[in-house]
């Protein structure tokens, strides 16, 4: 489909600068949030120019033909926005332009309208264009409950593509069957509420917003992915977390997670605190939505 989304180093290899993008992103955003937390509400002043950054995000993107990556920095986006103390208004109004914009994107482009035809029926054509989604498919129902053993699947030895990178998580299935799908499932369910649960607690507004959007970022991709390889969504090219192959990948999600351990080493309490000390902050972050606090804290407890 021409998608250019890897860069050539030369002898240290190659590399995905959209997946560095993802971590660099999220920075950079919870930063602005933490600079403009006084003014959170302005929609002239800080929404349209926050708004205006994401554009020419996913416009670069857009250059890549990433979709997939594109619908993730949204992700991102709109949890710091949130989080921020940002209006939902605001978040109601970019989502539905985002999505109008992304259905033109989609139908300027034939192999992706050719995707979202595999996608209603890819039994339609098996061999052709619903080749992919209905390998993942058999993939996941030739596993069963308890999987065929791991290393003994069938369709990665040539018949499902990208087995190794989007598609891990029908292999997941294949060999570990249902018990394993489940398992995987649940670790990112409890890493999205321990890390939203660091993004209550976090010391300032700066790490509110952090930790949200990579809690977001790392939940949501999987998401997709588990979506995709269930044909509940269109095929997105998204990866999934700790599983796909990828040393870029696996790099900036492992950072991500450090920043959010790091968030929640110095937050209000503990990761593992109790529910008195979440309610707690939940309160906070209420009181702090109505009238935002200003963003002075200092933030070098984060990085300490």
Not at 67 to 81: D, H, K
Not at 195 to 223: C, H, K, N, V
């Amino acid at each position: 489909n021409g998608a250019r989304r890897w860069f050539d180093a030369g002898p240290l290899g190659t590399f995905q600068p959209s997946e560095l993008g993802k971590l660099a992103f999220a920075v950079f955003i919870a930063h602005w949030i933490d600079r403009n937390s006084q003014r959170m509400g302005d929609f002239q002043h800080v929404f349209v120019p926050f708004a205006a950054m994401l554009a020419g995000v996913l416009a670069l993107l857009m250059l890549e033909r990433d979709l997939g990556t594109a619908v993730v920095m949204v992700g991102i986006f709109v949890s710091a926005y949130w989080a921020g103390g940002g209006r939902l208004r605001h978040i109601i109004l970019l989502v539905a332009a985002l999505a109008l914009g992304f259905v033109a994107v989609t139908l300027l482009e034939p192999y992706r309208v050719g995707r979202l035809t595999a996608f209603r029926n890819p039994w339609a054509d098996p061999l052709g264009a619903g080749f992919q989604a209905t390998q993942s498919i058999y993939g996941l129902a030739s596993g069963g409950i308890f999987g065929v053993g791991i290393g003994h699947s069938i369709e990665k030895y040539g018949w499902l593509p990208e087995a190794h990178t989007d598609f891990i998580f029908a292999i997941v299935g294949e060999e570990t069957g249902l018990i394993g799908t489940t398992l995987v499932m649940l670790g990112f369910l409890v890493f999205g509420v321990r890390g939203y649960r660091a993004s209550l607690r976090a010391p300032d507004r700066f790490g509110m917003a952090l930790a949200a959007s990579i809690t977001t970022w790392i939940t949501f991709e999987a998401l997709l992915n588990m979506a995709t390889v269930t044909n509940t969504l269109p095929i997105t090219g998204v990866p999934l977390p700790f599983f796909s192959y990828g040393g870029t990948a696996l790099a900036t999600t492992l950072a991500g997670v450090g920043v959010v351990l790091s968030i929640a080493r110095h937050g209000s309490g503990t990761a593992l605190g109790n529910n008195r000390g979440s309610d707690e902050a939940f309160d906070r972050w209420r009181r702090d939505r109505r009238a935002p606090v200003s963003g002075a804290r200092s933030r070098a407890s984060i990085s300490r």
